[in-house]
């Protein structure tokens, strides 16, 4: 039996409009959310912060830093046993939402499009619809 393997993430949970903003790196075939996985030391709103400006250029406001829920759930595009613990922050941000070259489509998701998530961002759009948050 394989040892499973646990991925610590940090994600940003964006909500306009009633729709999730999502991103989809090169290579990969699902969305998830903005974030991923914190540096050695670093702490929750400093591993988000630095995600999220590489990601998508812009610069999260601490003060606005709410905790909103936490995912224990299979990582998607893993061959072996791998589960990622994905803590998900709401935040409000300064400048204008633009990816970075590792982005490869950004997209504002429904609850309809759930389908096309990574599981633990699904578990997410699910939190967020149940809050009546998203469409």
Not at 48 to 54: G, I, K, P, S, T
Not at 57 to 62: E, G, P
Not at 78 to 83: A, M
Request: glycine residues 6%; hydrophobic residues 40%; contains cysteine.
């Amino acid at each position: 039996m394989q040892e499973m393997t646990y991925l610590d993430v940090l994600a940003w949970i964006c909500v306009q409009n009633k729709r999730l903003l999502c991103a989809k790196t090169k290579g990969n075939d699902v969305f998830y959310l903005p974030g991923g996985k914190r540096e050695i030391g670093e702490s929750d709103w400093e591993g988000l912060a630095r995600e999220v400006q590489e990601e998508m250029s812009v610069a999260l406001v601490q003060e606005t830093l709410e905790e909103e829920l936490i995912v224990r759930e299979e990582a998607h595009g893993f061959s072996k046993p791998t589960r990622v613990i994905m803590k998900c922050f709401r935040a409000e941000y300064s400048g204008t939402l633009r990816p970075s070259s590792e982005i490869a489509e950004i997209a504002w998701l429904r609850r309809s499009d759930i389908a096309q998530c990574a599981p633990a961002t699904q578990r997410v759009v699910e939190h967020l619809a149940a809050k009546n948050l998203i469409d």
